[in-house]
Each structure stands twice: as C-alpha cells, then as structure tokens.
C-alpha cells in the first residue's frame, strides 16, 4: 500500500506564491504516474497538473499553465507544486494523487479515476 501526504498550503495575498509537497510512503516503487487536483467550496473536484513517473512529461490545466511548475524527487519520494502569481480563484483544497498501474515511465494523465492513491488535501486561500 502507498500512502500519499499534502503539506504546504497555507494563506497567501494575490500575487503571492506557494510550493506544495506530496511525500509518498509505503510501498513507493509502485507509484508510477502523479497528480494534483483541486476542489473549491461548492465546486466539483478538477485536474490542476499531472506528471509521469521519469519526470519529464507533464499535463497542465488551461487555467494555471504558465503559472504552476509540477516536479517529483523520485530519491525523495515527493512530488511538488509550485504555485506562482497566485489569484483568488486559486482557492481551494489541493489533493495529491498517485497510481500503481505501469503504462510507462512518460505516461500522465489528467483523469482523476486514473489515479487509486490519494491524500486528505491541504488548503490554499489567496486573499484579494
């Protein structure tokens, strides 16, 4: 079993940046493909970046390209999210997810049923 745990998150005024963590534990040589999701109060749970298990191909969501940087430390097994120019509408519970299933070292996904590990979130809030 993997486990996968969110820490960083926090208040931040637009603008501002973040940088979020996921470290994985457990069985972590089973985690292949990796992903952050999101959900704001009263709003459905959405795609915000995704990453292959080498590292080098990546998925972003339309509205933080540009803006978000996705990385995973295999040696450290952690993955991040760096989070600039962050705008209200970036409020919301971050989720970190991982899966087991090997499609390759450059496979990513965006689809949420894609992904069978998953954390218990951590809140970012961007003040106006």
């Known amino acids: 079993q993997v486990q996968v745990v969110e820490s960083g998150g926090g208040l931040v005024q637009a603008g501002g940046s973040l940088r979020l963590s996921c470290a994985a534990s457990g069985r972590t040589v089973s985690v292949y493909h990796m992903g952050w999701f999101r959900q704001a109060s009263g709003k459905e749970r959405e795609f915000v970046a995704a990453?292959?298990?080498?590292?080098?191909?990546?998925l972003y969501a339309d509205t933080v390209k540009g803006r978000f940087t996705i990385s995973r430390d295999n040696g450290k097994n952690t993955m991040y999210l760096q989070m600039n120019s962050l705008k209200p509408d970036d409020t919301a519970r971050y989720f970190c997810?991982?899966?087991?299933?090997?499609?390759?070292?450059?496979?990513?996904?965006?689809?949420?049923?894609?992904?069978?590990?998953w954390g218990q979130g951590t809140q970012v809030t961007v003040s106006s």
């Open positions: 990453i292959s298990r080498s590292g080098t191909s990546t």
């Open positions: 997810a991982g899966d087991g299933r090997n499609f390759g070292v450059q496979y990513t996904t965006p689809v949420a049923n894609a992904y069978d590990y």
